[in-house]
């Protein structure tokens, strides 16, 4: 198939349009209840990671069912539930997920307890 048939095919399954409205929810809870700024003085945020590019790598690993995948930078752990889904829906494969602590922290982020 071609490769924007793979995904129009793989993104109306309903398990990925349930999957989607789920991480919906989660982003207007998030959005309600969370604010202020991180260590790096960032807003808080749900994703860096547009809906298009979820139902990309949805679609790529859905057609793909690679074996072993490895992710470095978890971020906010969006590409991660998707890739997750993916491996339940495709009832195999291993994902590794490596992130990297912050190295330099900023004095005015550190609390006493």
Same mark, same amino acid.
């Given at each position: !198939? /071609?490769? &924007?048939?793979?995904?129009?095919?793989? &993104?109306?399954? $309903?398990? /990925?349009?349930?999957?989607?409205?789920?991480? %919906? +929810?989660?982003?207007? %809870?998030?959005?309600?209840?969370?604010?202020?700024?991180?260590?790096?003085? &960032? @807003?808080?945020?749900?994703?860096? !990671?547009? @809906?298009? *590019?979820?139902?990309?790598?949805?679609?790529?690993?859905?057609?793909?069912? @690679?074996?072993?995948?490895?992710?470095?930078?978890?971020? &906010?752990?969006?590409?991660? +539930? *998707?890739?997750? +889904?993916?491996?339940?829906?495709?009832? +195999?494969?291993?994902?590794?997920?490596?992130?990297? $602590?912050?190295? !330099?922290?900023? $004095?005015?982020?550190?609390?006493?307890?």
């Amino acid at each position: !198939m /071609w490769k &924007n048939q793979i995904l129009d095919y793989y &993104n109306k399954e $309903p398990f /990925w349009v349930d999957f989607l409205a789920e991480i %919906d +929810a989660k982003k207007t %809870d998030f959005e309600k209840n969370i604010s202020g700024l991180t260590c790096r003085g &960032n @807003p808080y945020g749900f994703t860096g !990671m547009r @809906p298009e *590019v979820s139902k990309r790598l949805y679609g790529l690993v859905r057609e793909f069912k @690679p074996k072993t995948l490895v992710e470095t930078g978890v971020c &906010n752990g969006v590409s991660i +539930a *998707v890739i997750l +889904a993916v491996l339940a829906r495709n009832e +195999a494969g291993l994902f590794y997920s490596i992130d990297l $602590p912050v190295l !330099m922290i900023s $004095p005015d982020c550190i609390q006493e307890k």
